[in-house]
């Protein structure tokens, strides 16, 4: 194990913020850390790196105890916070110098791993651009330049892509992807799900501090009972015949919950179980004029919602 | 020495704005030593008052000895004697002082009767007429004397005696104030240089702070190998080395200016002085640096503090010309001593012990500021710390 967390319990005062909160990476993951905003993502970051002290619980990284004075096992370890860490008053090439510093003290060395991490992240054409200078997908490039440049067994980066525009989103995690060919292990804290289901080898979501699953994506939604999601947009159809419809809808064995709203329908279907041909049937019985017909796996927003009651983004007061 | 490195390459960065007010102490340095080539008096010349008498009592001995006295004393201005033209003289300045001696006078106060005095016309609260009271006091107290006391009562002898007694001047010759060839506008360059040194003090060090206090980067400098005894130890050293080297660019640069500047031992107590009221500074501005958060502040901060304390500490006015309250609680800045210390360089004899002891409690002084505010600041970083990271 790269990193193995047991039963932390992590306090801001009255709020607890990482209530027994237990994780487990191997070698060569890109491993998912997946909640809401305020569910511990980077307090329990931060109590991995020794950086935040916590009441309850033990951290072991490359299976050694992790404390503030271990400075080994920190050599093997890179960070990106959330927010770009980077110093205003140095050049692109000088803060990649700065932060590759820390770790390796022999200068060309050095020098060697610095060129290897700008030509990395794409900025080679800003080597000695001044941070205020580049924009904002270019400085998140630069963040994780900092955070790589020394070749770390360990990667854990916070949230890298909070306000990145797609095409530089896209360059980050193609880049996160390569770094775990290469042989790093990763940690990847977001609350954004495509992200993770995209790139994650496990995942595990938290919620109020503590893990609520954890798994491959596909073995996290067969945790839940929602299988397939069909939605079926209507044409030109009286509300009376709609709620009829969906009523006969929601009496198929194979759905778990039907809704509808003027214009479309959606049903769910329970885990393994395939309702489409069935619904097809009753539409045409009934007369409905529909257009398109669409149908989804679940995601990992549906695991969280039916977990928790609540969504992963900020659309229903998370 | 990444650290280390980074504190001197964020002052790089930073050196356009300190130019500033560099800039503004170069500027001001220039136009005291063009214009003010001589700043301070070498010897001693009496002022001479435009003065106006109107003799009444002429050919009385006494009075014309009076007259007479006034004359070689002051700048004698002939005016006409009715009131509308020496109301005119004294209004358009064309003297400072009329002075009417009444028919009768000598006699009088040979008789020492006082029924009859001197009649006397001077603008006023002007020192000239203090000065030109004081001359006719010190004739009279004289010739009172020799009145007394000679009973020969010649008195063409007796005015003759007071005379040659009031010509006597005594010798006067200047020890302490042996001024050499740019010593003074060097003073005005060391006490001006508090001014600069303490903005750019200020701005290099929260500049160096506020980069290193960015919560993401103490962060990612804190998850490093680097210790964090090392880390701390770095970044005293890069204030450091920015506080003494900016002292010592500055105080190599008096040279420069003052080329012709001999005392090489008043010179080195000077830069004594300036390195230790910029490594106090520094710390000063180590402590402001724990509340700077950002360019806007960090302007302000160096402004007001730089101004006020330079204000009131005798920066730009002479400490001798401030109020009691206002040097009062100047004594509560480290650059009231620094500039006192400077002051007492300025008037130090040659080996003077008691200068020298004065002039090293004002560097004891400082060095306790900088003691105290260290500790204050070393609180507040550690209360900060301790808040949320390990």
Known sequence: ?318 | MQVFKACLKIIRHNLPSMMIFLGVFIAFVMMVTLFNPQAEAVDFTASRPRMAIINDDSGQPISDGLEEYLYASATPVEIKSDSDSIQDALFFRDVVYILRIPAGFGESFIAGNDSLKLIRTTLPDSYQGVYSDQLITRYLDAASRYLQTDSSRDLQQTVANIQRDLDLEAEVTLSSHEIDNGFSSMIYYYTFMAYSLTAVMILGVSSIMMAFQQRDIRLRNLSSPVKISSYSMQLVLGNFFFSVIAAIILSLASLVFFQDFADFRRWLLLVLNTLIFAVTMMILSFLLSQFIRSRATQQVAANVVALGTCFISGVFVPQEMLGSSVLAAASFTPTYWYVRAVRMIQHMSTGGSNELTSYTNSLLIQIVFALAFLTVALVISRQRRQSDTV
Request: some cysteine; aromatic content about 6%.
């Open chain 1, 1 to 318: 194990m790269v990193v193995k967390i047991e039963n932390l319990v992590k306090r801001y005062g009255d709020l607890l913020a990482l209530d027994h909160f237990e994780l487990s990476v191997k070698q060569g993951e890109i491993f998912g850390l997946l909640g809401p905003n305020g569910s511990g993502k980077t307090t329990a970051i931060l109590c991995m790196l020794a950086l935040l002290k916590f009441s309850k619980g033990s951290v072991e990284l490359f299976g050694r105890e992790m404390r503030p004075d271990a400075y080994d096992i920190k050599r093997d370890i890179g960070i990106i916070m959330q927010n770009v860490a980077v110093y205003e008053e140095l050049t692109v090439y000088e803060n990649i110098d700065y932060f590759c510093g820390l770790y390796v003290s022999d200068k060309s060395d050095r020098q060697a791993l610095v060129e290897e991490a700008i030509s990395f992240v794409g900025l080679e054409d800003f080597r000695k651009f001044y941070p205020k200078k580049l924009s904002g997908g270019l400085l998140r490039r630069l963040n994780i330049a900092c955070g790589i440049a020394h070749k770390p067994k360990l990667i854990i980066l916070d949230e890298p892509t909070v306000a990145v525009d797609p095409q530089s989103r896209n360059k980050i995690l193609e880049g996160i992807v390569e770094l775990n060919r290469q042989g790093a292990t990763i940690i990847y804290t977001s609350h954004y799900m495509e992200e993770v289901e995209q790139i994650c080898s496990r995942v595990a979501i938290m919620d109020k501090g503590k893990v609520i699953a954890s798994g491959t994506t596909s073995e996290l939604k067969n945790m839940i009972r929602t299988g397939e999601k069909i939605t079926i947009e209507l044409l030109d159809t009286a509300i009376a015949d709609i709620a009829k419809t969906t009523d006969k809808i929601s009496t198929l064995p194979s759905v778990l919950s039907t809704t509808h709203n003027g214009t479309s329908i959606q049903a769910r279907s329970e885990q393994n179980r395939h309702s489409l041909s069935s619904v097809i049937q009753l539409l045409n019985q009934d007369s409905i004029a529909y257009g398109r017909i669409f149908c989804e796996l679940p995601t990992l927003n549906d695991v969280f919602l039916e977990m928790t009651g609540k969504h992963l983004r900020d659309q229903q007061g998370v």
